[in-house]
């Protein structure tokens, strides 16, 4: 499972790490979608294709809040519209109660907290267990033995105060889940219920905002709120395993970036790009491109909205060189090159095939004499050599780095048995010493 927000270079280098630690990769699943996977393939009741139950997933979890507005019905789920802050969470709070502590000690006990990286990371662990005191008490101590210069630091916290302290962070929650809403289609009182996960999702502050966008619906946690997103993997893998016997379920997924494709421009173009996949376009999901050439040329697939991408990722996606056009026709006309593009269940693009259709007519033998024979239009496809460049690392790199993966394992290995074995030569020494 990964991040909804995952982009195609850090899907490609998920899959590249997961060979390198001799994993096999079945299928990259959002982890949102994982999350409503687990909840949907357990459920009996689930009503028809024509009258879904919506269900919003919110996860709240340490650095990112993610939310997927999913639709149910008998043995599938479809993916509705996903929104994402990638950067608010459990550790948002912990950081302003830091900073807040960190002023209060400095006037209180002459300290500077944050000058100090042990003193530092003993306040955050006070305030991470602070803030959970808070979600079921109207106040709490802090206490931080030895926080710095042999100094032991207490103060305490109404959960007013602390509400107030996090306001920021709080303002933030409902932007995505009103972006979720808008892009579903779907309106407060068609969503059936909420369902919370994500450790910050026991926050009562947090869960009033998400009510509150929501029409103040009660809010569920029926689901683990720490496994949820490791079950519904663990049951999407069995589903693709010939080991496991589970029950039909299936799911449409999405992808959160609009992707284009683009090219140099040829006198005959009237445009140098398309845009292939539109945000919320189904996973898996395959198109054709035609193009009119009589010589090789090059396609690129890059991000159709760059700034929607986490920190400074490059845009760029694939690249794919046809090495090989069709001759023109008799006539002169330029025979159409067809290109098949897809967005694979990994939600990452590939370039597929490259090839031309050329139409044969072939005559048809007749039983009855006399009538003249027919002739048939076949079309074939004639495939084109082409060569692809992605964001994946090199086989013969991801191959080096798995030999020096297994060195590591067997150099651990031969360490642990020795360390083993010691201990029962130390262990069988000791006891002949007390026999004696």
Excluded at 344 to 361: D, L, R
Aim: hydrophobic residues 40%; charged residues 25%.
């Amino acid at each position: 499972a990964v991040p909804v927000w995952y982009t195609e270079v850090q899907r490609r280098a998920t899959i590249d790490a997961a060979l390198i630690a001799g994993l096999n990769v079945l299928r990259l699943i959002n982890d949102t979608t994982a999350t409503a996977f687990g909840y949907g393939i357990t459920k009996m009741d689930l009503p028809d294709a024509d009258n879904p139950r919506h269900v919003a997933f919110v996860d709240v979890g340490h650095s990112t809040m993610s939310v997927s507005i999913v639709a149910f019905s008998k043995g599938q789920l479809t993916v509705k519209a996903t929104a994402f802050d990638r950067n608010l969470g459990g550790r948002d709070i912990d950081y302003a109660l830091v900073q807040h502590f960190a002023k209060e000690f400095e006037t209180k006990y002459k300290i500077d907290v944050l000058s100090n990286p042990k003193a530092t990371f003993r306040l955050a662990t006070g305030c991470e267990k602070l803030k959970k005191v808070l979600s079921a008490n109207a106040e709490a101590p802090l206490n931080v033995e030895s926080i710095m210069n042999d100094i032991d630091a207490s103060s305490k916290l109404t959960r007013e105060n602390y509400e107030a302290l996090i306001a920021g962070v709080l303002d933030r929650i409902a932007a995505p889940l009103e972006q979720a809403l808008v892009d579903s289609g779907l309106t407060v009182d068609q969503i059936d219920s909420v369902e919370l996960v994500g450790g910050s999702s026991r926050v009562p502050a947090i869960r009033s905002r998400i009510s509150a966008v929501f029409g103040n619906k009660q809010l569920s946690s029926t689901l683990n709120q720490d496994e949820a997103v490791a079950r519904g993997a663990t049951f999407a893998c069995a589903t693709l395993s010939p080991v496991f016997r589970v029950r039909e379920f299936s799911m449409v997924d999405i992808t959160p970036y609009a992707i284009k494709v683009q090219w140099e421009k040829e006198p005959d173009d009237e445009d140098t790009e398309l845009l292939v996949f539109d945000h919320g376009n189904p996973i898996p999901s395959t198109k054709i491109l035609t193009f009119y050439r009589k010589n090789p040329f090059n396609l690129e697939a890059v991000y159709a909205n760059p700034d929607a991408l986490p920190g400074s990722i490059n845009p760029w996606i694939s690249r794919l060189t046809v090495k090989e056009a069709p001759a023109p026709k008799e006539n002169g006309d330029l025979s159409p090159v067809k290109v098949r593009v897809k967005l694979n269940h990994h939600g990452v693009v590939s370039f597929e095939q490259a090839y031309y259709e050329e139409v044969e007519e072939k005559e048809e033998k007749m039983e009855v004499d006399g009538e003249a024979p027919k002739k048939k239009r076949v079309v074939k496809k004639k495939d084109l050599p082409f060569v692809t460049g992605t964001t994946s690392s090199e086989p013969a790199v991801v191959e080096q780095l798995r030999e020096q993966e297994n060195q590591m394992h067997a150099a651990d290995k031969l360490v642990n048995d020795t360390v083993v074995s010691i201990m029962l030569v130390f262990g069988s020494w000791f006891h002949a010493q007390i026999g004696l």
